[in-house]
C-alpha cells in the first residue's frame, strides 16, 4: 500500500491530479482510513493506463468511459480493444509527424551548418530539391512531403 505522496513521487504527479483522479471516481476500490487514501497495486496500473491514455491524446471523460467498461467485465471486451486500437492509430500518427518535424530540423542543421562552412546558401541551393548528399536527400525528402 502507498500513500498519495509516495504515488505522487513515484509518477512525478501533483497530489491534486491523484485527487482529482479519485474524485472523478477512477479508483472505485482506493482504500481509505481515516482522511488517508492508500493506493494498492490495482490503482497503482491504474493511474499507468490513465497516464497512457493521457499521453495518446485522450480526454479524462473518455478515460473514465474506459474504467466504466472495465466495471462492466468481459462484455465491454470489444469496446475496449478498440479505444487501444485507436488511440495506437493515433500515436502512430503523431509519431509520423514528429518524425517529419525531426527530418526537418536535422536537414536545417546541416544546411545552416554547411551555408556556416561555405560562407553562403550558393552552393546548398544549387543543390536543391533533388541533388543533395545522399542522407542529406532522404532528410529532405522526408521532411517536405
Same mark, same amino acid.
Given at each position: 500500500?502507498?500513500?498519495?505522496?509516495?504515488?505522487?513521487?513515484?509518477?512525478?504527479?501533483?497530489?491534486?491530479?491523484?485527487?482529482?483522479?479519485?474524485? &472523478?471516481? #477512477?479508483?472505485? +476500490?482506493?482504500?481509505?482510513?481515516?482522511? /488517508?487514501?492508500? =493506493?494498492?497495486?490495482?490503482?497503482? %496500473?491504474?493511474?499507468?493506463?490513465? &497516464?497512457? #491514455?493521457?499521453? +495518446?491524446?485522450?480526454?479524462?471523460?473518455? /478515460?473514465?468511459? =474506459?474504467?466504466?467498461?472495465?466495471? %462492466?467485465?468481459?462484455?465491454?471486451?470489444?469496446?475496449?480493444?478498440?479505444?487501444?486500437?485507436?488511440?495506437?492509430?493515433?500515436?502512430?500518427?503523431?509519431?509520423?509527424?514528429? %518524425?517529419?518535424?525531426?527530418?526537418?530540423?536535422?536537414?536545417?542543421?546541416?544546411?545552416?551548418?554547411?551555408?556556416?562552412?561555405?560562407?553562403?546558401?550558393?552552393?546548398?541551393?544549387?543543390?536543391?530539391?533533388?541533388?543533395?548528399?545522399?542522407?542529406?536527400?532522404?532528410?529532405?525528402?522526408?521532411?517536405?512531403?
Amino acid at each position: 500500500m502507498y500513500t498519495i505522496g509516495q504515488v505522487s513521487e513515484m509518477f512525478h504527479l501533483p497530489i491534486s491530479t491523484l485527487r482529482y483522479y479519485d474524485k &472523478e471516481g #477512477l479508483f472505485p +476500490s482506493l482504500e481509505r482510513k481515516g482522511n /488517508i487514501r492508500y =493506493f494498492s497495486d490495482t490503482e497503482i %496500473e491504474a493511474i499507468r493506463v490513465i &497516464e497512457c #491514455l493521457k499521453g +495518446s491524446g485522450l480526454e479524462i471523460k473518455d /478515460i473514465k468511459k =474506459f474504467f466504466q467498461w472495465v466495471t %462492466e467485465g468481459a462484455s465491454s471486451y470489444p469496446n475496449r480493444k478498440q479505444l487501444f486500437e485507436a488511440r495506437k492509430a493515433a500515436v502512430l500518427e503523431e509519431m509520423k509527424q514528429l %518524425e517529419k518535424t525531426l527530418a526537418m530540423l536535422e536537414f536545417k542543421c546541416w544546411y545552416y551548418g554547411k551555408a556556416i562552412e561555405d560562407g553562403n546558401e550558393d552552393g546548398i541551393n544549387a543543390m536543391l530539391p533533388d541533388h543533395l548528399p545522399e542522407e542529406i536527400q532522404v532528410l529532405y525528402d522526408l521532411a517536405h512531403e
